[in-house]
């Protein structure tokens, strides 16, 4: 369970039009956008600061972004030089924006099972699939920062984790 992130106005030039009484999107309606979301852009940097950014599979659990993918490619190696990222989901038009890191991580027992449930539902994986094959390193994603607006001028909200 994570700690509720405190929302505030997304701060933008006047000239976009969001007004200075403008509502505040809910933290539950961005976490279950995170959670839905089928596909999630990842934008790393390698050492000498070139970007890439790639689609990756993702289950997002308990305030964070769950991953997987070989050690050799080149995004699994510029997050073992750099690990400060960003993540976002598919949709640019009500987007959700992650800045933080990425770590990685062996789950234990318990969250392995839950990461397999969720990607066997959320990605229709094969049957001969088991809970054990999550207990081997995975990243881990945690946000400091969200970015989320349902209509950017109307609702474009800053989530910040404590």
């Excluded at 969720?118 to 390193?137: C, H």
């Excluded at 945690?142 to 109307?154: E, G």
């Amino acid at each position: 369970m994570t700690t509720e992130p405190v929302a505030s106005r997304l701060r933008l030039p006047a000239d976009y039009g969001l007004p200075q009484d403008s509502p505040l999107l809910s933290w539950p309606a961005v976490d279950e956008r995170l959670a839905s979301g089928l596909h999630y852009w990842l934008s790393t940097a390698d050492v000498e600061g070139a970007p890439i950014i790639r689609p990756i599979d993702g289950m997002w659990v308990e305030g964070a972004l769950y991953f997987g993918g070989h050690p050799n490619t080149r995004w699994r190696r510029n997050l073992a030089a750099n690990p400060r990222t960003c993540v976002s989901l598919e949709d640019a038009e009500s987007a959700v924006i992650l800045e933080g890191s990425a770590t990685t991580a062996t789950p234990d027992a318990v969250l392995a099972a839950k990461l397999f449930a969720q990607a066997k539902a959320k990605y229709e994986f094969a049957a001969n699939q088991t809970a054990d094959e999550y207990r081997g390193q995975t990243c881990v994603f945690r946000p400091r920062h969200v970015l989320a607006w349902s209509l950017l001028y109307k609702d474009a909200t800053r989530f910040d984790f404590p």
